[in-house]
C-alpha cells in the first residue's frame, strides 16, 4: 500500500498563503481519484478538494476560489495552494484517495490561520 506523507502546513496570519505537499512512497497513477481532507477537533473530517487522474479538480464550497488542487503523477505528489485564508480554515490536513475505502490516514499537516 502506498504511504502518504503530508507536509507544508504552519501558522499564517488571515489573508495569507500556503502550499501543502502529499508525497507517496510510489506510484500514485493507479489512483484515480485524490483528495485533501481536513479534520477540526471533535468535527468530522471533511472533504475539500479532488483531483482525478487526469487533473479534473473538485471543491468543497468553502474553499472554491481559494484553493487549487493539483497533481503530479511523476514526482508522485499531490498538492494544496491554499490562498486568502480565513480562521475556519484552521485544522489538521490530510491527503487519501477518494473514496478512502480501508485505508488507514497520515500523520497530516496542521494549519493554523490566526493573527
Known amino acids: 500500500q502506498v504511504q502518504l506523507v503530508e507536509s507544508g502546513g504552519g501558522l499564517v496570519q488571515p489573508g495569507g498563503s500556503l502550499r501543502l505537499s502529499c508525497a507517496a512512497s510510489g506510484s500514485i497513477y493507479s489512483i484515480d481519484t485524490m483528495g485533501w481532507y481536513r479534520q477540526v477537533p471533535g468535527k468530522q473530517r471533511e472533504l475539500v478538494a479532488t483531483?482525478?487522474?487526469?487533473?479534473?479538480?473538485n471543491y468543497a464550497d468553502s474553499v472554491k476560489g481559494r484553493f487549487t488542487i493539483s497533481r503530479d503523477n511523476v514526482k508522485n505528489t499531490v498538492y494544496l495552494q491554499m490562498n486568502s485564508l480565513k480562521p475556519e480554515d484552521t485544522a489538521v490536513y490530510y491527503c487519501?484517495?477518494?473514496?478512502?475505502?480501508?485505508?488507514?490516514w497520515g500523520q497530516g499537516t496542521q494549519v493554523t490561520v490566526s493573527s
Open positions: 483531483i482525478t487522474r487526469s487533473g479534473s479538480p
Open positions: 487519501n484517495p477518494v473514496p478512502y475505502g480501508s485505508r488507514s
